[in-house]
């Protein structure tokens, strides 16, 4: 049978599709096939929100629309048929108008680097749609859990929730913090109106769709079969046309969100089969037996009903799954669909748990029969998946609120709410009376079993007990033998744990106690607590001596960021012949590659090319990356040195293409005659295997540590810990577009935050000189310095492809590859010997030190540098220390977010608390204590201890004392843990020392004809505000002038795009300072202007009575200019 288009309309544009690979998602085709690009990818697992849109259904029998948001990067193309999609550009936009939305977003300061943030926009917008109540129903609570599921890397959640509690009904607008809508000593009347006013509208349901008629086949059926059945006799006709047609490959598909879990093992199915609209299997039913929800009911849903019902159990049942995913996983993720996973995929669900405890059972509908058994049973049976069983619904028999029964539900993950899977997950139903127990369920789940069970053995032996200590711990004795994790679970031991510390919460409560504590929790259930709201308040300090530098201005371009048309590399519109890269790398750590090839020896759909280290041009280098300690390969040669290594690339016509190809790709290893790999720094220790290090980079040893050891009265001698890596995870991929170009030149855009090491690497590996390169960066999608020297090879390895096959060539790696690439943060092992008095004075201490810095050197060699520099802030009387940077075949270690100096902080924290325990004493105390005094300073620090009025460490420790009450505050915490047995509170103090270094870096301002200026500056705007703190400098450098109008000055200051021909010698955008060198440059380029301008200034003055605009004096000058009169040559350009 011909399917039919399929039709749905994005932002009410229409769009027809009738030919499409049925596993293209939402995202794929709103990147690829429309102008919208505010859909980010940056996790493709639904994870991350950065890809959410909102969907509208329009329901023909009640004329009304249904909105709500959904991860468009795991819903399937074909299943918004009939449907109409929103992006956050199609809330507003910069040539219509912005959303209130993004202008509050943008007005409370609450987007930096941008990725994230049409997402976010899309959450508050679905979250504004669906509060009861005709807009405005929005609590302050729901606004703060609106952007729950989204993640955002730099901005810090305050400001973001801060601009969706200025929505809700019931906030006080007191409490929001900084923004840039209101002054301090606004009445709140002035603050509520200076809000960018609001007035929820749906979005608009396209006529066009409304009499669009609903259809079982779509597309091409010759090439792609997807079916909409929209009844089970429907679905059973399908099924039965599939078998009878010889079976094939079928896939059933409801929200498609499983994908996001199982993302590794996507294939291409024969046909597809949406279950989404059957509409027996969308009804919830209520009667006396209990309440049945179809399995196609999303979980959303589900929780709705289950609120509705009047047990309280269901209530919380619900509680527990609105902490499932987040809200838009929740919107289109259908309770059969996760019990399937469960049942046929061990995924470790909330929701198997839960209906355990409810004694639920399923219905299965298997060759046209209907079949009902036990939840536990359906569980223990066979995969059904890949059967063509289908699951109808689910039944839980009924609960009413009078029948007695205890019923709670347990859960921990590593966040509370928001997109984290639990370590394990418990819930609990039982009948007891008088202490003693009548009966129970007790269902566990997700600790590393196949599936959630039943933990019968406890059951039977709690039954008929009478509660009491012995018999609580006996049953948690019992737990212990039934939870066993599988061996591939991470920490067993905790989450069994867990399981037995849940039934110990349960249980506790119901044994007669009368021991006067409370424990803190169980009588006042955390989880029932509402969190308390996050808070904020910021100081600024207002000064007018450099207006507007310092002032709390909106951040450049902020609501174009919210809106998703702030452009970012992916974003770049390319040419049809565009062709696109995958890396190869390798999954052993050393190892001769003998060969690289494609399964069954077939080039897969779409390749163009396979390139390795022997497509390097003839005068080119095989080189990757570079830094002063040397450079990095761009591919293994012959031998690959850690697994993660990059190989080769492979480029195809799509980079979905190009990913396949590479995770297809064989390659043949050769470890004979091969050393072992050295993958520990104990083996690095034993093989000798160490970067050097310049002496530069090695701090000086402090005092005489023999004779320091000798003055103590206590020793910890040989104390060890670790500390482990740490990855960046900005939100924006590595990325690069290479375009080839004329007389053998090449120009990048690349996501670098050190653009000009980028464009030199590229010369290099190209055998070709650096004025034939041109690498351009506008924004960065998040950096933690993972974008600098972890950018390199990609822009490189593009530009190596456009070169040789002369044809634009993109790369957006897959989080996968990124994040097996990556690094991240160096690991080490720590030993220290430290001395110190009966007092809490320090007087010695002796590290060792081995950082882990993978295979290249990197910017590892500067780490003892960094390391050192905040672990003396304390005096530890003489300090010696051994730090080895060792060469392991790991992937090479990089600049992560304060490298070495984490470190270093963390390691000087750590033996203060050792101390400080094994001398039973306050932990502040001990740093009190040895903080230094200018003596001990300028023995530590030498040349860079500054003046001894510089040094203000112990004045500012002691104002935090004052200013935090922490003496106060102390004594409620020790009061605090006297009253509670279970929960516990700390307060602590830290000084943080940091060495500021400033490199230069340039900058350029012109002065436009019309009066307008444009900027650019060697740093990159990586979201910290780099260009609205350049924005500002130039408008107060300007400013001086005092024409008429410079207040309004910096409206009409662009800085644009770094492009590493424009503006050499940028540098890296690292060590918090490029901000400030970069507003240098422009503050002296504004001098020089303001110096040749002055004369033009001064006679208008003259003329025109002490009143000169802005404009005419920019109109004057390009007069006087045009006839070569006027010195005042409008372009600076100083470092
Ligand atoms: C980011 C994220 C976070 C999550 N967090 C949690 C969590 O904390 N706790 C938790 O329990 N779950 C969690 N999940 C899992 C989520 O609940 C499931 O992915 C979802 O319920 C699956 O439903 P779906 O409609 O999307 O199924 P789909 O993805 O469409 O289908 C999943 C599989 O089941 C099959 N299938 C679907 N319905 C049926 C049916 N009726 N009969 C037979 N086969 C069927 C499909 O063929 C497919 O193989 C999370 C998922 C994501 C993506
Ligand atoms: S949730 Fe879709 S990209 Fe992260
Ligand atoms: S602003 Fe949120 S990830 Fe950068």
Same mark, same amino acid.
């Given at each position: ?8 309309? #994005? ?18 085709? @709103? ?6 690009? %505010? ?15 909102? +969907? ?13 948001? *959904? ?133 608009? /349901? ?119 995913? !987040? ?26 748990? +839960? ?38 619904? #689910? ?23 928001? !997109? ?32 959630? *069970? ?8 709690? $039954? ?72 904020? %308040? ?30 970012? #590399? ?51 280098? !095989? ?16 031998? $690959? ?60 040893? #402090? ?12 020793? *910890? ?17 590595? $990325? ?45 999608? &998040? ?21 040789? @096959? ?17 690094? &991240? ?150 009061? /605090? ?62 400013? +001086? ?83 070569? $009169? ?10």
């Amino acid at each position: 049978m011909e399917g039919k288009d399929l039709e749905f309309a #994005v932002n009410g544009e229409r769009f027809k599709v009738n030919s499409v690979d049925p596993c293209t998602t939402l995202l794929d085709f @709103l990147r690829l096939n429309t102008p919208f690009k %505010s859909v980010k990818l940056a996790c493709g697992e639904g994870g991350c929100g950065a890809c959410l849109v909102i +969907l509208s259904k329009y329901d023909p029998d009640s004329d009304q629309v249904k909105e709500h948001s *959904i991860n468009s990067c795991l819903t399937l193309l074909c299943s918004v048929n009939g449907c109409s999609i929103t992006t956050s550009e199609g809330l507003g936009n910069a040539k219509n108008g912005f959303h209130p939305i993004h202008t509050r977003l943008a007005g409370f300061h609450a987007s930096q680097c941008g990725f994230c943030t049409p997402g976010m926009c899309i959450s508050l917008y679905s979250a504004l749609s669906n509060a009861p109540g005709p807009g405005g129903g929005l609590t302050v609570s729901e606004a703060e859990k609106s952007v729950a599921g989204n993640l955002c890397r730099c901005t810090g959640y305050r400001p973001i929730v801060d601009a969706c509690k200025s929505f809700a009904a019931d906030v006080d607008i007191e409490d929001l913090g900084l923004n840039s809508f209101w002054r301090k000593g606004d009445s709140k009347e002035a603050m509520m109106k200076s809000l960018p006013p609001y007035n929820h509208l749906l979005t608009t /349901f396209p006529e066009f769709l409304k009499k669009k008629s609903v259809v079982t086949n779509v597309l091409d059926h010759s090439r792609y079969r997807w079916t909409t059945p929209f009844s089970v006799t429907e679905l059973g006709n399908v099924l039965d046309e599939s078998a009878n047609s010889g079976g094939g490959s079928l896939k059933l598909v409801v929200g498609n969100t499983g994908a996001g879990y199982y993302k590794d093992d996507e294939e291409m199915f024969d046909r597809y089969v949406d279950i989404s609209r059957v509409s027996e299997m969308l009804v919830i039913k209520r009667d006396e037996n209990g309440v049945e929800i179809g399995a196609a009911v999303t979980i959303s849903n589900v929780i709705d009903a289950l609120k509705e019902e009047g047990s309280s159990n269901f209530k919380k049942m619900a509680a527990h799954m609105e902490k499932i995913g !987040n809200r838009s996983i929740r919107n289109s993720a259908s309770i059969g669909g996760n019990l399937v996973m469960a049942q046929s995929r061990k995924f470790p669900s909330d929701i198997t748990t +839960l209906l355990l405890a409810a004694d639920a059972s399923v219905c299965i509908l298997n060759n046209r029969i209907i079949k009902k058994v036990k939840l536990l049973e359906f569980l223990d049976s066979p995969p059904i998946l890949n059967s063509k069983q289908v699951l109808l619904k #689910v039944v839980i028999p009924a609960w009413t609120a009078d029948t007695g029964l205890l019923f709670e539900t347990y859960r921990a993950a590593p966040r509370s709410i928001g !997109n984290a899977l639990p370590y394990a997950n418990a819930a609990f139903s039982a009948r007891v009376s008088n202490q003693t127990v009548d009966e129970c369920l007790l269902a566990f789940g997700s600790y590393g079993g196949d599936h959630s *069970i039943r933990a019968r053995e406890v059951e039977r032996f709690l $039954t008929g007990k009478l509660l009491s200590h012995s018999v609580l711990h006996e049953a948690m004795c019992l737990l212990r033998g039934i939870i066993v994790p599988s061996k591939e679970t991470s920490h067993p031991e905790y989450r069994k744990a867990l399981a037995v510390g849940f039934l110990f919460e349960f249980l506790y409560p119901l044994i007669d106690n009368n021991n006067g504590h409370s424990n803190g929790h169980v009588d006042d259930p955390i989880e029932s607590l509402p969190l308390p709201f996050l808070s904020s %308040s910021q100081q600024v300090l207002e000064s007018n001596e450099f207006n507007p530098v310092g002032e709390a201005v909106i951040k450049a371009v902020a609501a174009l960021q919210a809106s998703g048309e702030a452009v970012f #590399v992916d974003d770049i519109p390319i040419l049809p012949d565009c062709l696109h890269g995958a890396f190869i790398y390798s999954t052993e750590p050393l190892a001769k590659i003998k060969s690289i090839s494609f399964g069954e020896n077939v080039t897969p759909a779409g390749v163009f090319a396979l390139l390795t280290f022997k497509d390097i041009p003839i005068h080119g280098q !095989n080189i990757g990356s570079k830094t002063v300690f040397g450079p990095g390969p761009l591919f293994a040669d012959e031998l $690959t040195r850690c697994a993660g290594q990059r190989i080769a690339l492979v480029v195809a016509d799509t980079q979905k293409h190009a990913d396949k190809a590479a995770k297809l790709a064989v390659v043949e290893y050769d470890i004979k005659n091969l050393e072992e790999p050295i993958l520990t720094v104990e083996d690095a220790v034993k093989r000798s295997s160490f970067f050097d290090v310049h002496p530069m980079f090695y701090p000086e040893p #402090v005092g005489d540590v023999v004779k320091g050891m000798k003055e103590a009265d206590r020793k *910890i001698l040989l104390a060890e810990f670790r500390l482990g890596s740490q990855y960046f995870f900005y939100m924006e991929p590595q $990325t690069a577009l290479a375009l080839p170009d004329e007389d053998n030149c090449s120009k990048v855009f690349s996501s670098s935050q050190a653009p000009e090491y980028v464009h030199s690497v590229i010369a290099t590996c190209l055998g070709i000189p650096e004025h034939n390169v041109r690498v351009i960066t506008r924004r960065v999608g &998040g950096g933690f310095g993972g974008k600098a020297l972890k950018s390199m090879p990609v822009a490189t390895a593009c530009a190596l492809a456009a070169h040789k @096959l002369n044809r634009p060539v993109k790369m957006y790696l897959n989080r996968k590859t990124d994040m097996i690439m990556a690094g &991240g943060r160096h690991p080490m092992k720590v030993t220290y010997n430290v001395g110190f008095r009966s007092d809490g004075k320090l007087t010695a201490l002796e590290l060792t030190m081995l950082i882990d810095a993978g295979t290249e050197p990197d910017v590892s060699p500067i780490l003892p540098r960094n390391i050192m520099g905040p672990l003396r802030k304390y005096d530890w009387g003489a300090l010696s220390f051994d730090v080895k940077v060792c060469k392991t075949n790991l992937p090479s270690r990089t600049a992560m977010r304060a490298p070495g100096e984490v470190q270093g902080s963390y390691i000087a924290e750590s033996i203060i608390e050792n101390v400080a325990s094994s001398l039973r004493m306050e932990a502040d105390e001990v740093r009190k204590i040895n903080l230094h005094s200018y003596g001990s300073l300028r023995k530590f620090y030498k040349h860079i201890s500054g003046e001894e009025d510089e040094y203000t460490l112990p004045l500012l420790w002691g104002k935090l004392e004052i200013s935090s009450e922490l003496k106060k505050r102390g004594e409620m915490v020790k009061e /605090f843990n006297r009253c509670n047995v279970w929960r516990k509170r700390g307060i602590s103090r830290v000084p943080i020392v940091h060495q500021v270094m400033q490199r230069p870096t340039p900058g350029r301002v012109s002065i436009l004809s019309d009066g307008s200026v444009v900027v650019e500056v060697g740093g990159i705007e990586i979201g910290q505000g780099l260009w609205t703190k350049v924005r500002q400098m130039v408008a107060y450098g300007l400013g +001086l002038m005092k024409c008429n109008g410079s207040d309004e000055l910096i409206e009409r200051i662009r800085v644009v795009q770094a492009d590493t021909l424009g503006l050499i010698q940028g540098g890296f955008t690292a060590g918090s300072t490029t901000s400030e060198s970069s507003c240098e440059a422009v503050r002296l380029c504004c001098v020089i202007l303001a110096e040749r301008l002055k004369p033009t200034v001064d006679q208008m003055m003259m003329e025109k009575s002490g009143s000169v605009t802005w404009n005419l004096l920019i109109q004057q000058v390009n007069v006087s200019f045009g006839f070569r $009169t006027s010195p005042a040559y409008l372009r600076l350009h100083e470092y």
